[in-house]
């Protein structure tokens, strides 16, 4: 069973620029979370309307800027064990069991 099975779907939004290493690296480490985790990722490019408006909102000193269900959640490296370990607790939380995390 999914660590997030049931559960509400968690979205995460990937705020990503240009030329960005850390931002590809972020998608990257997403696709590969998404194997393990049931959440949506919603892609959104630094430059765009949107895009601008969510780094003036959240003003990150780095690309990516990484939302979790709206809120902020990360800029710049994406820590992938951080997110592992919220969605982890949220699947417990749902479940009413505690992994050990």
């Known amino acids: 069973m999914h660590?997030?099975?049931g559960a509400l779907t968690t979205v995460v939004t990937l705020?990503?620029?240009e030329a960005c290493h850390f931002c590809t690296d972020a998608g990257e480490a997403l696709?590969?979370?998404q194997r393990t985790y049931r959440f949506n990722v919603e892609s959104i490019r630094a430059d765009s309307e949107e895009g601008r408006a969510l780094v003036a909102l959240h003003r990150p000193a780095m690309s990516p800027l990484v939302l979790l269900d709206g809120e902020f959640f990360?800029?710049?490296r994406f820590p992938r064990k951080?997110?592992?370990r919220v969605l982890d607790e949220?699947?417990?939380a749902?479940?009413?069991t505690n992994r050990g995390h």
């Open 82 to 84: 951080k997110l592992a």
């Open 31 to 33: 696709e590969n979370l």
């Open 3 to 5: 660590p997030t099975e």
């Open 90 to 92: 949220r699947a417990a």
């Open 94 to 96: 749902m479940t009413g």
């Open 74 to 76: 990360s800029h710049g």
């Open 15 to 17: 705020v990503h620029a």
